[in-house]
C-alpha cells in the first residue's frame, strides 16, 4: 500500500512569490493536515481538510491557504512568502478524522 | 488547551540495550489519545505507536512499548533492544478533539544509539 506522497520535496522561492504545495492521501483515507515543522518552532497545525471542506485551520495568517480536491489530495498554497515562512512542511492523512494520522516525506521550502 | 512536555532534548543508549522517551501531557478532557512518531534525518514522521486513555493495558507494537500512567499523566516510549537504525527524532503528541483533530506535539527528543 502506498504511503502519503508529497510534492515537490524542495522547493526554493523568492520573498513575496506564491508556493504550492501538493499531498496525496493513502488511498481510502478522506482527511488530510498540514503541519509546518520551522527551526526553533517545532511541529505547528496549519490545516485540516476533511471530505473536501476546510475543517479547521491553525493560528497562521490568510495567505496560508489551500484546498482538498474530490479524490481527496489537498494543495496548500503560500501567497506573499516571507523569510520565516522557510519550514518543512508536512502533510498527513487519516482514515477517519479519529484514526492515527500517517506522514508524507514533507516538502522543504526555502524562501531567499 | 492540550500541551505536551518532552524534558529530554538529547539522549544516548548502547546499541542492544533498552532506552525510555519521557513525555508529560496536560489535558482537561477524559477522553484522549497520545501518540509516538519518529522522525529520521530525512524529515518523514513515522507513526510508532497510539495509546488511548481508556485503554487499560499499555499499548505495545514491536519493540515499542508506552508506559501509560494515567494519575502520572505521563506517556514513556520504551525502545527496547537499541539498533542503530533508531537513531532519529522522536516526537510525543496528543489528539486535541476540541480544536480540530489537530495533533500537538511536544519539542522531541534525539535519541542517539551507539555501537
Known amino acids: 500500500e502506498a504511503g502519503v506522497t508529497q510534492s515537490p520535496t524542495h522547493l526554493i522561492k523568492t520573498r513575496g512569490q506564491q508556493a504550492t504545495l501538493r499531498c496525496s492521501p493513502i488511498?481510502?483515507?478522506?482527511?488530510v493536515y498540514w503541519y509546518q515543522q520551522a527551526l526553533g518552532l517545532g511541529l505547528q497545525f496549519l490545516l485540516w481538510?476533511?471530505?473536501?471542506?476546510?475543517?479547521n485551520r491553525g493560528n497562521f495568517p490568510p495567505r496560508f491557504s489551500g484546498r482538498q480536491f474530490p479524490n481527496y489530495s489537498s494543495e496548500l498554497n503560500v501567497n506573499a512568502l516571507e523569510l520565516e515562512d522557510s519550514a518543512l512542511y508536512l502533510c498527513?492523512?487519516?482514515?477517519?478524522?479519529?484514526?492515527?494520522?500517517?506522514f508524507g516525506p514533507g516538502t522543504r521550502l526555502t524562501v531567499t | 488547551a492540550q500541551k505536551i512536555t518532552q524534558t529530554q532534548p538529547g539522549m544516548f543508549v548502547q546499541e542492544k540495550e533498552a532506552v525510555t522517551l519521557d513525555c508529560t501531557y496536560d489535558?482537561?478532557?477524559?477522553?484522549?489519545?497520545l501518540f509516538w512518531y519518529k522522525q529520521p534525518s530525512s524529515g518523514e514522521m513515522i507513526f510508532l505507536i497510539y495509546?488511548?486513555?481508556?485503554?487499560?493495558q499499555n499499548a505495545t507494537e514491536g519493540r515499542y512499548s508506552l508506559n501509560f500512567q494515567k494519575a502520572r499523566k505521563s506517556a514513556n516510549l520504551v525502545i527496547s533492544a537499541s539498533q542503530l537504525g533508531d537513531s532519529a527524532m522522536y516526537f510525543c503528541?496528543?489528539?486535541?478533539?476540541?480544536?480540530?483533530?489537530?495533533?500537538?506535539f511536544g519539542a522531541g527528543t534525539i535519541l542517539r544509539v551507539k555501537s
Open positions: 498527513a492523512s487519516s482514515f477517519q478524522h479519529l484514526a492515527e494520522q500517517y
Open positions: 488511498s481510502g483515507h478522506t482527511s
Open positions: 481538510y476533511d471530505e473536501g471542506e476546510e475543517r
Open positions: 489535558t482537561s478532557d477524559p477522553s484522549y489519545g
Open positions: 495509546q488511548g486513555s481508556y485503554d487499560q
Open positions: 503528541a496528543m489528539r486535541d478533539v476540541e480544536y480540530g483533530n489537530k495533533l500537538v
